[in-house]
Every structure is written in structure tokens, then in C-alpha cells.
């Protein structure tokens, strides 16, 4: 599945964004979706994940402030993130992956990835 992430753009410390990750050519309700970041100098970061039975989870640094979301009828996966922080500054992606993983945290375990979208969180 090709996958193109969006939404994302420069804002304040304690101000939110919402991401959009749209999938052509094949529907989003055959995967289990998640989102991903990369700050510069760091390794890729696990951010959420949401499967295919709807089941959400987040990094332990995301937790109560970012929601994921999907909408199977329009393809589209969404990343709600609320109470921002310049640590959450980042180059953010979705991944996409058709069988459950137990070590869904691990970027190489997705086949699937969109182009990126890049966060930033001034203080």
C-alpha cells in the first residue's frame, strides 16, 4: 500500500496539530496502521498504532496526549496531538502493516511507509 502523510507544520509549545496518512490503491481497512517519528540525530521512534480490531497503543510519551484514529471508508489515518512539546519536534510517519506483530514498536517490521511530515514545536 502507497501511503502519503500530511498535516504537519510549525506551532507553538501547548498547541495542537492534526496528521493525516491517506492510502491509494488499497484500502487502510486491511491493516493494522501506525505513526512513527524521527528527530534529527535520533533513531525512528514508535509514536501509536492502531489494529485491526481497533485496538489502540502509544508510546509512553504520547500517552493522554495524542489519539490515532482511522476512518476505513476514506482511507485515511489520523494522528491527533494535543499539549505539544518541542520534544515532539520531528519528521512524522505513517507505516502500514497487513499481520499483527508483537514487536509492533520496531520499524522494521513495516513493509509499508508514507514520505513524512515534518513537526515542529517552538518554546
Known amino acids: 500500500v502507497q501511503l502519503q502523510a500530511f498535516g504537519g507544520g510549525l506551532v507553538q509549545a501547548g498547541g495542537s496539530l492534526r496528521l493525516s496518512c491517506v492510502a491509494s490503491?488499497?484500502?487502510?481497512?486491511?491493516?493494522?496502521m501506525g505513526w512513527f517519528r524521527q528527530a534529527p540525530g535520533k533513531e525512528r521512534e514508535f509514536v501509536s498504532i492502531?489494529?485491526?480490531?481497533?485496538?489502540?497503543y502509544y508510546g509512553n510519551s504520547v500517552k493522554g496526549r495524542f489519539t490515532i484514529s482511522r476512518y476505513n471508508n476514506n482511507s485515511t489515518l489520523y494522528l491527533q496531538m494535543n499539549n505539544l512539546k518541542a520534544e515532539d519536534t520531528a519528521v512524522y510517519y505513517c507505516?502500514?502493516?497487513?499481520?499483527?506483530?508483537?514487536?509492533?514498536?520496531?520499524?522494521?517490521?513495516?513493509?509499508?511507509w508514507g514520505q513524512g511530515t515534518q513537526v515542529t514545536v517552538s518554546s
Open positions: 492502531i489494529r485491526l480490531n481497533g485496538a489502540k
Open positions: 490503491a488499497r484500502r487502510i481497512s486491511n491493516y493494522n
Open positions: 507505516a502500514a502493516r497487513m499481520t499483527w506483530s508483537v514487536a509492533y514498536w520496531t520499524p522494521s517490521q513495516y513493509g509499508s
